[in-house]
C-alpha cells in the first residue's frame, strides 16, 4: 500500500503500525500497565494517523478530479478553438480563390468573360474591321478600274470628235469651193450653189455638235478624275493603327496568360498551405483526444484512492481508537508535512480544509496564497 | 512601285519592290494583272521580299488579282513578305486567301 506508506511519519518506520492485538487485561502489574499505555499511544497514534491519510485521499481524489473537469474543459475548448481556426483558413482560401477569380473576368451584362476572353474577343473584333477595310478597299479598286475604263473609252470618243471637227473643216472648204465655183458657172450653177449653201449650214452644225460633244466630254472627264480620286481615298487606309492596336493586344494576352500562370501557381501554393494547416489542425486535435486516456487513468487512480480510504476507514472502524480517545483527530504532525509539500497556494488550501476540517473549503483562498507563474 | 517579271520553269515570277499604293494601280493592272489573267496550270508566284510598305489599296489590288487568277483556275504565292507588309499580311489573315511562302 504505497499511499499508506508516503503518508505514515510514525518516527522513521516504514510500514504504519500493524492494528495492535487483543490488549491484555488490566492488572496491578506496573511494567505490563505501562506496555498498556504504550499500546494504546500507538492505536491513538495510528488512529490519528488514519484518519489523516483518509482526509488526504478524500482531497486527492477531490483534487484530480476538479484537475480532470479542468482538463477536460480546456481541451474541449482549444478543440473548438481549432475547428473555428479550420473554418476560418477554408473560408480564407475560399475567398482568396474567389477574389483571384474576379480578377481574372469582367462581368458584362449577365455574362462572365475572362480577360484572356476579352482580348480574343477584342482581337475578333479589330480582324472584322481589318476584313471591312479590305473589302472595301477592294470594292474601291473595282470601282477606280472601272473608271480607269471609262476614261479610256472616253478618251476614244474624244479622239472620235477630233475626227468629226477635221472632216468638218474640210466639208466647210468644201461648200466654200462650190460656191465659187456655182458663182462662175452664173445661172447654171444657182442650183449647186444652193446645194452648197446647205452643205455649209451642215458643217456649221455638224461643228456646233461637236463642240458641244467636246465639251460634254471634257465635263465627264472632269467628273470621272474626281470619282477616281475620291475611289482612292476609299481605298486607301494606313493599316499602321491596325498594326499597333494588333502589337498592343497580343501584348495584352501574353501578359494575361504570364499572370494567368502566376495566379495558378499562387492558388496552388495557398492550396497547399490550407491542406497543410488543416492537416495540422486535424493533427493536434487528434492529439487532444488524449483526453479520453487520461480521464480514465485519472478515474482509476481516484477509484484507487477511494479505495485506499474506504479501506483505511474500514480498518479504522475494525479497530476503535482505546476509551478516551478523541475520535476523528488527525495527526497534527503529518498534516504540516503534507501541507508543507503542497507548494502550490490554492491547492494547499483546499487540502487543509480536508485535513483539517474533513471536507472541501468553501471559501476561496486568499490571494497571498496564489503563486503567480 | 516597280515590277520586274522573270520566265521560271513554273511559268512567270513577278517580283513587286518599292511600295504597293494606290499610285501603282495603273501599273500593278498592266503588268500583275495581266500576268494572272493568263490561262494556266501553274500558280502565279508574287515575290514581295522587294517591297517595303503596303496599304489597303494595295492589299485590295491583290485581292483583285486573286479573284482574277480564281478565274482562270489558278492560285497566287505570295513569297518573301518581310517587315510591315509580312506583318499586315498576317493581320489581314491573307493565309487564309493565299499561299504565303517564307
Redesign the interface.
Known amino acids: 500500500m504505497p499511499g499508506l506508506m508516503r503518508l505514515s511519519f510514525s518516527s522513521g518506520r516504514a510500514t504504519p503500525p500493524p492494528p495492535p492485538a487483543a490488549l491484555p487485561p488490566p492488572g496491578p502489574d506496573p511494567e505490563a500497565e505501562e506496555a498498556r499505555r504504550q499500546a494504546e499511544a500507538v492505536l491513538a497514534r495510528w488512529h490519528r494517523l488514519g484518519e489523516t491519510q483518509r482526509r488526504a485521499f478524500q482531497a486527492i481524489c477531490a483534487e484530480i478530479a476538479d484537475t480532470n473537469h479542468e482538463v477536460e474543459d480546456n481541451v474541449s475548448g482549444l478543440i473548438q478553438a481549432f475547428q473555428r481556426l479550420s473554418d476560418s483558413a477554408q473560408a480564407q482560401t475560399n475567398r482568396l480563390e474567389r477574389t483571384l477569380r474576379l480578377v481574372d473576368t469582367l462581368e458584362a451584362g449577365d455574362q462572365v468573360i475572362s480577360l484572356d476572353e476579352l482580348v480574343r474577343l477584342m482581337e475578333g473584333a479589330l480582324g472584322g474591321v481589318v476584313e471591312r477595310v479590305l473589302d472595301m478597299s477592294k470594292q474601291a479598286m473595282v470601282m477606280v478600274y472601272a473608271l480607269d475604263d471609262v476614261a479610256a473609252h472616253l478618251g476614244r470618243a474624244e479622239h472620235c470628235v477630233g475626227d468629226i471637227e477635221r472632216i468638218n473643216r474640210m466639208t466647210t472648204m468644201l461648200a466654200f469651193n462650190a460656191r465659187i465655183e456655182a458663182a462662175r458657172a452664173g445661172a447654171a450653177g444657182q442650183g449647186f450653189a444652193v446645194v452648197a449653201n446647205e452643205v455649209r449650214d451642215l458643217a456649221i452644225s455638224t461643228g456646233s455638235m461637236a463642240e458641244t460633244m467636246r465639251t460634254e466630254i471634257a465635263a465627264i472627264g472632269r467628273v470621272l478624275e474626281g470619282s477616281r480620286h475620291r475611289m482612292a481615298e476609299v481605298a486607301t487606309v494606313d493599316m499602321s493603327a491596325s498594326l499597333d492596336t494588333k502589337a498592343t493586344l497580343d501584348a495584352m494576352l501574353e501578359g494575361l496568360q504570364r499572370r494567368r500562370a502566376e495566379v495558378a501557381a499562387l492558388m496552388q501554393d495557398m492550396t497547399s498551405s490550407g491542406t497543410a494547416i488543416t492537416d495540422d489542425i486535424a493533427a493536434f486535435a487528434a492529439r487532444m483526444q488524449f483526453t479520453e486516456g487520461t480521464r480514465n487513468r485519472l478515474r482509476t487512480v481516484i477509484a484507487a484512492a477511494e479505495a485506499l480510504s474506504a479501506a483505511t476507514a474500514a480498518a479504522m472502524a475494525a479497530h476503535p481508537p482505546p476509551p478516551g480517545t478523541e475520535a476523528a483527530r488527525t495527526d497534527a504532525d503529518c498534516v504540516a508535512r503534507v501541507l508543507e509539500a503542497c507548494n502550490q497556494g490554492d491547492v494547499r488550501h483546499r487540502f487543509a480544509g480536508w485535513l483539517e476540517h474533513g471536507a472541501a473549503p468553501t471559501a476561496a483562498p486568499a490571494s497571498s496564497d496564489i503563486e503567480l507563474f | 512601285m516597280q515590277v520586274k517579271l522573270t520566265p521560271g520553269l513554273g511559268g512567270v515570277e513577278v517580283a513587286v519592290s518599292g511600295t504597293l499604293?494606290?499610285d501603282a494601280?495603273?501599273a500593278f493592272?498592266q503588268v500583275v494583272m495581266a500576268q494572272v489573267d493568263q490561262p494556266g496550270a501553274q500558280p502565279v508566284l508574287l515575290d514581295l521580299a522587294g517591297l517595303d510598305y503596303i496599304?489597303?489599296?494595295g492589299?485590295?489590288?491583290l485581292?483583285?488579282a486573286r479573284e482574277a487568277a480564281e478565274k482562270r483556275g489558278r492560285g497566287i504565292i505570295l513569297r518573301g513578305a518581310r517587315g510591315?507588309v509580312a506583318?499586315?499580311l498576317t493581320?489581314?489573315?491573307f493565309n487564309q486567301l493565299f499561299t504565303i511562302q517564307p
Do not use: C, Y
Open positions: 499604293t494606290f494601280h495603273a493592272r496599304d489597303s489599296a492589299l485590295g489590288m485581292l483583285l510591315q506583318r499586315i493581320v489581314s489573315k
